[in-house]
Nanobody, 125 residues
Framework: QVQLVESGGGSVQAGGSLRLSCAAS????????MGWFRQAPGKEREFVAA????????YYQDSVKGRFTSSRDNAKSSVYLQMNSPKPEDTAVYYC??????????????????WGQGTQVTVSS
């Protein structure tokens, strides 16, 4: 069993910065990938970013490329989402997720086995 706990959400002004953290616990943690998703009111959950655990290679939704950076810390079993220059349209509940085994498509929510509880991010203009 894996537990994922997000932190770092809150309110930020457009153009500011915010860093989300996601810590895993419950077992020796060596996932295939960690992902970030978000869900705004009235919208479907969508992919934001993902990082392959062994290589550290990260992938992003086009709308956040150049503004958001995802990284992981193997020693701390943690993954981070650095949000720079956020926009009001980035307002959503952000979730981290863990894929424990190889998945060809890590942008799909179905690739992930465990999810955090979510953390609210509100960006004001």
């Amino acid at each position: 069993q894996v537990q994922l706990v997000e932190s770092g959400g809150g309110s930020v002004q457009a153009g500011g910065s915010l860093r989300l953290s996601c810590a895993a616990s419950g077992r020796t943690f060596s996932p295939y990938a960690m992902g970030w998703f978000r869900q705004a009111p009235g919208k479907e959950r969508e992919f934001v970013a993902a990082v392959r655990w062994s290589s550290g290679n990260a992938y992003y939704q086009d709308s956040v490329k150049g503004r958001f950076t995802s990284s992981r810390d193997n020693a701390k079993s943690s993954v981070y989402l650095q949000m720079n220059s956020p926009k009001p349209e980035d307002t959503a509940v952000y979730y981290c997720a863990a894929a424990l085994r190889y998945r060809n498509d890590i942008v799909a929510s179905s690739a992930y086995d465990y999810w955090g509880q979510g953390t609210q991010v509100t960006v004001s203009s």
